[in-house]
């Protein structure tokens, strides 16, 4: 789960290739490469491990996880991802305001789902807690997942979230359920993805302004003793948080 030797690994140099107005796509790099390769003009590009050649499929573009923007800033793609998806996000979501920070504005649609099923909307509209979980939906789309795949890690991560906040939510600060919430994406990472994204990765990204990684790595490990180390949903549960998500997806998306 990119909990040992976390802060200790070798990382290979990715190909890349510069397209015309000067932005970088980052190209698929070789079987078992899961490290985090950095592009020019502070872009990271973190596509998920493939084959060793350039890839020419459109949609795969250069996202800049390395800063947090703040509301009404843009989400700078070398190639933008075309809007898909109906919005069931009602006039005045306080989600709205973060439209021009997130890849898409159907990630904030994902959200919103997200949290409803949590129920926690209420307690993670402080703009911090609110660009992490924005930040985290643009990190996902940097690892080359389609919306389905990051439907299928929010919907575990619901899952897992209402055993954790039946057991300890009481003790919880907004700041901390913002960060439990991405931190249980991780888990569900792991557990999906058969190529995974190493949690120093994930602490470089989302985390280190919160703490340091062996802090990370013992939460981590708390979340999964309070979890029974079982990733896995039961197929109704999973069935039904899979529901919030999937009538947002429209066929063009791949539902």
């Known amino acids: 789960l990119g909990m040992a030797g976390c802060a200790d690994r070798q990382q290979d140099d990715a190909q890349t290739v510069e397209t015309a107005d000067g932005s970088v796509l980052a190209s698929k790099p070789c079987k078992q490469q899961s490290t ?3 592009a020019s003009k502070g872009t990271v590009a973190m596509p998920t491990p493939s084959t060793c050649t350039p890839s020419s499929t459109p949609g795969i573009g250069v996202i800049d996880v390395s800063s947090t923007p703040s509301p009404g800033s843009a989400c700078r793609l070398a190639i933008p991802l075309p809007r898909c998806g109906v919005s069931r996000l009602t006039p005045g979501h306080w989600l709205l305001q973060y439209e021009s920070a997130a890849y898409d504005l159907l990630d904030l649609e994902l959200l919103a789902a997200f949290l409803d099923s949590t129920k926690v909307s209420s307690y993670v509209t402080g703009q911090k807690n609110a660009m992490l979980l924005v930040k985290m939906m643009r990190f996902l789309h940097s690892l080359d997942l ?12 619901s899952i897992y979230f209402k055993s954790i906040y039946s057991a ?6 907004s700041q901390e359920i913002a960060n439990v919430l991405v931190l249980l994406v991780f888990l569900a990472h792991s557990y999906i993805e058969d190529e995974t994204c190493k949690l120093h990765v994930w602490h470089k990204f989302l985390f280190k302004g919160y703490c340091k990684l062996p802090t990370l790595s013992k939460a981590t490990v708390h979340l999964m003793k309070r979890l029974g180390f079982v990733l896995r949903a039961p197929d109704e549960d999973l069935g039904s948080a899979l529901a ?3 009538h947002l997806l429209p066929p063009s998306c791949g539902k």
């Open 168 to 173: 300890c939510g009481a003790a919880m600060s």
């Open 36 to 38: 985090i390769h950095m």
């Open 244 to 246: 919030e998500f999937s």
């Open 146 to 157: 389609g919306f389905e795949d990051i439907c299928c890690h929010l919907a575990h991560a």
